[in-house]
Structure formats: structure tokens, C-alpha cells
């Protein structure tokens, strides 16, 4: 199993400004995934991020709005740009192979004021 | 598309009851069945998983077993304790036509009493 680290685990913002989360693995994986769980929901799926390419994005969310990086095998960004108040979640890496698990970061819970 | 169905919560129960957690799925192939867990402050954690029909993943004294007739894969436990108390989200992963296609439910939040 891999384990995953994130920062912050959790910050206060105002709108209008941006925040980048970090996600760390443990070992090198080939597939990295970024979601987003609102206040007593389910988990919804940002985006996939495969390392020397651009992220795939799920519908309803934009590049512009959540720009993801990818540099090296173990490592990820995920940026929530011009934010409101609407994007007060836990928003959680994770990892995983076709058919295989996937293994979460412990999350970012962001408020937005 | 693929979908994942959970019994709605909150379910509320006495220490050491019994408990039963209902998952349906739809999917257009062969999926993998999972159950998470998330403790309160914590992400999700994998309870257990079932990769073909008939499998029955355990762990911790839960068990479930891969239905496909029924299409599902409802969680069991036979004695809860207080520190069961937590979300639990069914999931399935499955081969779509862009890659792993990995669908959550909507997750139960179990409360268990002493």
C-alpha cells in the first residue's frame, strides 16, 4: 500500500484568493486522482493526473478554476483559484492502478469565508 | 454510466448489534466492489474489496460478498462497537472507455451506541 501526505491539512481563506494543496506519495505511481467531498457528501472526482501529461478533468470542473501539476511520479499539486465560499470542502489525493484500490491522503479541509 | 447505490443513514445502533449496510451497483463490465471507511477528521481507508463474483472480502469483522446476480455488495458486521462509528462508502472500479472509472456511493454514516 502506498502512503500519501497532504499540506496543509487544513487552512481558512478569503474569497477571492487561491490555494495550492500538496500531495506526496511514498512510492512512485503512475495514476493520481483529486477529489472533492462538500459537507456531508460523497466524494465527486476533480480530475486525473498522469505524470508528463495534462489532467484529465471530470465534467463541471475547468482547468482555469482547479489547475493540477504533475512534475515527477510522487508528487502533485491541485490549486483552487478565485475561491467563494462554495468551495469549502475536504479535498482529497489518492492514488491507485486499474482494478486495484485507491489509497487516500488523510485530506485538506478548506473554508472559505 | 456506472452507479453505485447505498441505503440511506444515519443508522444508529446498540453495542453489538448486529449490522447490515445495503450497496446495489450498476456498471457495464466486470467491475471491482470496494467498501471505505472514513472516521471523523480522517480520509477514507479500504475496509475490504471483492474482485469477481462470488468473492468475499473481510476484514475487522466485516464481510461482504460480490452478488452479481443481485448486483451487490451490502456490508455486514455481527457484533458493532463504538468505534465502528463512522462513514462507510461502497465503491466500484471499472474499465471505461477512457481508463479506470472509479464511482463512490453516497456513503452511511453509522453511529453505534454504549
Known amino acids: 500500500s502506498a502512503v500519501i501526505s497532504q499540506k496543509p491539512s487544513r487552512d481558512i481563506c478569503q474569497r477571492g484568493t487561491s490555494l495550492t494543496i500538496q500531495c506526496q506519495v511514498d512510492?512512485?505511481?503512475?495514476?493520481m486522482f483529486w477529489y472533492r467531498q462538500q459537507p456531508g457528501q460523497s466524494l465527486t472526482l476533480i480530475a486525473t493526473?498522469?505524470?508528463?501529461?495534462?489532467?484529465?478533468?471530470e465534467s463541471g470542473f475547468v482547468i482555469d478554476k482547479f489547475p493540477i501539476s504533475r512534475p515527477n511520479l510522487t508528487f502533485s499539486t491541485l490549486t483552487v483559484s478565485n475561491m467563494s465560499p462554495e468551495d469549502s470542502s475536504i479535498y482529497l489525493c489518492?492514488?491507485?492502478?486499474?482494478?486495484?484500490?485507491?489509497?487516500f491522503g488523510p485530506g485538506t479541509r478548506l473554508t472559505v469565508l | 454510466g456506472n452507479s453505485v447505490t447505498q441505503m440511506e443513514g444515519p443508522v444508529t445502533l446498540s453495542e453489538e448489534a448486529f449490522l447490515t449496510i445495503n450497496c446495489t451497483y450498476t456498471a457495464t463490465g466486470y467491475p471491482s466492489l470496494f467498501w471505505y471507511v472514513q472516521y471523523p477528521g480522517e480520509g477514507l481507508q479500504l475496509l475490504l474489496k471483492?474482485?469477481?463474483?462470488?468473492d468475499k472480502g473481510s476484514n475487522k469483522g466485516f464481510e461482504a460478498t460480490y452478488r452479481k446476480e443481485t448486483t451487490s455488495f451490502h456490508l455486514e458486521k455481527g457484533s458493532v462497537q463504538v468505534s465502528d462509528s463512522a462513514v462507510y462508502f461502497c465503491?466500484?472500479?471499472?474499465?471505461?472507455?477512457?481508463?479506470?472509472?472509479?464511482?463512490f456511493g453516497p456513503g452511511t454514516r453509522l453511529s453505534v451506541l454504549p
Open positions: 489518492s492514488v491507485g492502478d486499474l482494478y486495484n484500490e485507491q489509497f
Open positions: 465503491a466500484l472500479s471499472d474499465l471505461g472507455n477512457y481508463g479506470q472509472n472509479f464511482v
Open positions: 512510492s512512485q505511481v503512475t495514476m
Open positions: 493526473a498522469n505524470q508528463g501529461s495534462e489532467a484529465t478533468y
Open positions: 471483492a474482485t469477481k463474483a462470488d
